[in-house]
């Protein structure tokens, strides 16, 4: 076998395909756009055509859906969707979700995977990630024997013990396929405003042309302050960044476009696609075909004439756009499609658009290298910065894809170009760290004294056996005590009695990430007597977090105050008993700072009057309130159904899923 589907398969695609036909797991780590996918796409030929399902995950519901529209185009592929925010034939062949809903159904719907023949963890390398890591590994640990995985991940460095410690938990042996080549290699280049465009080799002598100009750069400032003026700077010891007009007339001239540039701000996406909306990019026989492709994407959307106008549609026609998760979905659609048409030329977007979504460009722009890692402003990995720059070069289009690194002369010395460009990526570690519902779900499987059998099992007990003995001892400890707390305090609370768990537990287990802020609020009556619109302020609540504390808005006490301030009272005192017993990181509290909006969008209000009104990120309150719905549904699914609170969330459901908040609806358009 050579080839599948007219694609001519490539050395690690043929290894991948006989570890698949040998029934063995699959672990495949390759550079971004070397066609992993496409291994993933002959499982699930192979699982339907014995008579089996298959599951595909992805890590964030943009990449779930996508997939879906992919595979619902095959007439040959029956297909279905669960994200949380829509379920879509749920008995389908293929069944695609994010990892959150897999994790979910192996706890509390098993049968789902009774003939699940491959479980697709796309991206797997998340496994990696601080919030949500821990997910990746609980389906890998968990989950059914008979389902066999088939892994993708871009490079990491330790990809041989991640397929070990698959090995080791699974019942199939794992084949791990390691495939380096790119089939469009990258051309790197450093942009500075002292040193203009030059390749990484000339390093060296970049920098000792920047340590000269810096050299001489007090003396002018002493001059300018002698003069009487105010010099420049971003306060903190950041330098100013530079002027990218320079490096992008460069890609103009050099017939370098279409261009991803990636900014980790998205005031910085729509600023740098405002300055350039002026250049014009299109050629008439383009800008004919963007004029045909917006009527089209009106009509196919149900988008009013006025759309035309707005700032998306109107940016697009000069043949630039920005693309960032504040925007609302509809508009992050209509960009994607404008930019697979080939119709946009300069795209300034986050990082989350290099996440699995296939969209290559010609050349690839870092606007800033530095990135907020949750303490400080650090220089991106090595992992992150190839999974970036491998959007650059389009297979059967381009020779080469280009790469360019947009940094100030200041920051040259120090920026660690060589390992962007040569260096190893950084290793996955386990994040491994488990919650209320996952202890829950295992105490009521095993009992609560074989719980820490799970964490044995964990990839953060494997990697920690390299270390000597001591020190695994001493992990040992500490985990088995971590656990132990947290089952201490939910014994306390009443989720736990007898090595079992109680109604009070079997609530709170399908109640992922808000398990005791709910479950108590439901049990304590807090919720019994509340309207529609006062539930659904709370659940919002519980999503809600302000990006930015300090903006955090005042609330009026006539918007249920004194409902406010009791439920802060009880998710307090739950938060004292985590401090009592030395359970960290302590749960979430409720931010009301979303309260004006929820209820104004509660009563009728559209997203552009709240955006108008409130000064809200339409794209962020969207995101919101498709969570806070998702997590109503699942307190509708847990509870007893002649709870009175029942028919009030039905209410509350109905009245916040509408519009661009309705996913199920935006996904049918289109």
């Known amino acids: 076998m050579v080839g599948w589907k007219g694609f001519k398969l490539s050395h690690f695609q043929l290894k991948a395909v006989d570890a698949i036909r040998e029934g063995r797991n699959v672990l495949v780590s390759a550079p971004t756009g070397a066609g992993k996918t496409l291994v993933a796409e002959y499982a699930i030929e192979v699982a339907v055509r014995s008579g089996k399902r298959c599951i595909y995950t992805a890590p964030i519901k943009a990449l779930s859906n996508q997939k879906y529209r992919d595979f619902r185009d095959d007439p040959m592929i029956d297909v279905g969707l669960m994200t949380g925010d829509v379920t879509i034939h749920q008995s389908a062949r293929v069944l695609i979700m994010t990892t959150e ?32 890591g821990t997910v990746w590994e609980e389906s890998l640990i968990f989950m059914p024997p008979n389902a066999r995985v088939i892994a993708l991940s871009a490079t990491i460095a330790n990809v041989e013990e991640l397929g070990a410690w698959m090995e080791e938990i699974r019942p199939q042996d794992v084949d791990v396929i390691i495939d380096d080549n790119r089939p469009v290699p990258l051309s790197h280049w450093v942009h500075t405003p002292e040193a203009s465009t030059f390749e990484p080799s000339g390093i060296k002598r970049a920098r000792q042309r920047a340590e000269t100009a810096a050299a001489k750069a007090p003396a002018r400032r002493s001059r300018r302050r002698g003069r009487g003026g ?57 800008s004919r075909r963007m004029a045909e492709l917006q009527e089209e994407l009106l009509t196919s959307f149900d988008l009013g004439r006025g759309h035309l106008d707005g700032e998306v549609f109107r940016m697009a026609r000069s043949g630039v756009a920005y693309h960032h998760a504040g925007m609302l979905p509809i508009y992050k659609e209509v960009v994607e499609r404008m930019f697979t048409a080939g119709l946009l030329k300069m795209l300034f977007t986050t990082e989350t658009f290099a996440l699995g979504i296939n969209m290559p460009a010609r050349a690839v722009v870092f606007a800033g290298l530095r990135k907020f890692d949750g303490i400080s402003f650090d220089w991106l990995r090595t992992r992150d910065y190839m999974q970036m720059a491998g959007r650059a070069g ?27 460009v040569g260096g190893r990526p950084e290793a ?68 736990i009695k007898d090595q079992a768990v109680t109604g009070k537990g079997e609530i709170a287990r399908c109640l992922g990430g808000y398990e ?3 479950t108590e609020l439901l049990f304590r009556g807090t919720l019994e007597t509340l309207p529609p619109k006062a539930l659904a302020m709370v659940f919002v609540a519980m999503i809600h977090e302000e990006r930015r504390a300090a ?59 709240l955006e108008e009104q409130l000064e809200v990120n339409p794209g962020d309150v969207c995101r919101v309130f498709r969570m806070a719905i998702q ?28 519009d661009e908040v309705d996913a199920r609806k935006q996904l049918a358009l289109g």
Request: with cysteine; proline share 6%.
């Open 101 to 132: 809903i897999l994790r979910n159904a192996i706890f509390e719907n098993p049968r789902l995977l009774d003939d699940v023949a491959y479980v697709v963890f796309d991206e797997v390398h998340y496994l990696d990630d601080r919030e949500r």
């Open 230 to 286: 105010r010099g420049r700077g971003r306060g903190f010891g950041r330098p100013e960044p530079p002027d990218p007009r320079p490096l992008f007339d460069e890609l103009v001239d050099r017939e370098l476009l279409p261009a991803l540039v990636f900014s980790f701000s998205r005031k910085d996406c729509e600023r740098l696609a405002r300055k350039n909306e002026q250049r014009d990019l299109l050629s008439p026989e383009q």
């Open 394 to 420: 389009r297979q059967g289009i381009d020779d080469k894809g280009f790469v360019f690194q947009l940094l100030p002369d200041q920051e040259l010395k120090d920026a660690p170009v060589e390992r962007w």
């Open 428 to 495: 996955v570690m386990s994040r491994f760290r488990m919650n209320y519902s996952t202890l829950l779900h295992l105490v009521s499987r095993v009992g609560r004294d074989r719980v820490h059998e799970a964490w044995e099992k964990s990839f953060h007990s494997f990697q920690n056996r390299e270390k000597n003995a001591k020190a695994r001892a001493r992990q040992r400890r500490e985990q088995m005590r971590l656990i132990g707390r947290h089952l201490d305090l939910l014994e306390e609370l009443g989720y």
């Open 516 to 518: 005791l802020q709910i």
């Open 551 to 609: 903006q955090r808005p005042w609330v009026p006490a006539s918007m249920f105050g004194g409902t406010r301030r009791h439920i802060d009272s009880v998710v307090s005192e739950i938060c004292q008993a985590e401090a009592r017993f030395g359970v960290e990181p302590p749960m979430k509290r409720p931010d009301w700072g979303l309260t004006p909006t929820t209820l104004g969008w509660f009563g009728g209000l559209s997203m552009d009057e």
């Open 631 to 658: 997590l109503m549904r699942n307190v509708r699914r847990s509870v007893d159904r002649d709870w009175d609170i029942v028919d009030r969330l039905d209410e509350a459901i109905e009245a916040m899923n509408r």
